[in-house]
């Protein structure tokens, strides 16, 4: 009974043995390495360089911080690009304003200088002529003022504005606004008052005829006359020369040699007769 105990104990303890060995055999071929995992291990991803070498990022030559520097890089420009656009466009129409402003001060300065430089030449001209007017003498001439003879002679032909006056070279009556005093050719004629010459013409009547200023609207008229002394514009005192008596025109041919000499008040005829003693 013993012996078989003892028989069937080493039996189960070989048997123990075997299958402790079978498991220690099943554990090693169970985390033992398969030909299915080596292969998936060469399958499995490769390092970065090998990586770059089979699937390259970039060209050829150049790596992936370069790349990236190249992107940022490309990006930088591009911003910098849409930045000065915009700073163009914002600093344009300030440029454009403040060109327009500039311009508008240049012309403004320049209208402003144009201004004074036409004020101070008005105010130039309007000292000139006030300087020539005060230059000039005071004309003053009423029925009070007293003339003298122009020329010495006879009364050839009236004055007579209110029945006709007979005119022998004509040989016809009219009315005579001036007086026709005989004188000898070349004789003096003196200017009967103080007065400015107003113009100097060519009459077909009255050959050359100067006109005086007299003041306060009075004219005296000088006609049949040669070889001046006076011109426009010369203020003459009373006595002074004004030119020589000519040879009658064809309208005093039978008159004779004579001074035509008329008067006016603002424009219309007066009588001579009544401003000479």
Known sequence: MTKNRIIKYAANTALLAVLAAAGIGVYQLGTAPSDEKIIQDKN????????????????????????DLENAGEGNLAGNDIAETEDT??????FQENGSEETT??????????????????????TDVSAEAASLPKLSFS???????PVNGNILLD?????????????????SPAIAVQAVEG?????????TVYSVEEDPQT???????????????????????????????QGET??????????????????????RQNGEPVDPIMYLP
């Open 105 to 126: 001060a240049q012309k403004t300065d320049t209208d402003a200088e144009d201004v004074a430089d036409t004020a101070e030449t008005g105010m130039e001209e309007t």
């Open 89 to 94: 466009t914002v600093n344009e129409p300030d």
């Open 44 to 67: 499995a991803p490769q390092t970065v360089e090998e990586n770059m070498e089979e699937e390259p990022l970039v060209d050829a030559g150049t790596s992936q911080v370069e790349a």
């Open 207 to 237: 050959g050359t005829t100067v006109t005086m200023e007299l003041g306060d609207g009075y004219q005296a008229i000088y006609g049949q006359l040669k070889d001046l002394a006076v011109s426009e514009g010369e203020t003459v005192e």
């Open 159 to 175: 004055y007579n504005m209110d029945q006709t006056t007979y005119f022998p070279t004509l040989d016809q009556y009219k009315l």
């Open 242 to 263: 004004i030119g020589y008596i000519a040879a009658p025109t064809k309208y005093y041919s039978k008159e004779g040699s004579n001074l035509y000499f008329a008067m």
């Open 143 to 149: 029925e009070d003022t007293l003339m003298q003879w």
């Open 187 to 195: 004789a003096p004629v003196t200017a009967s008052v103080r007065g």
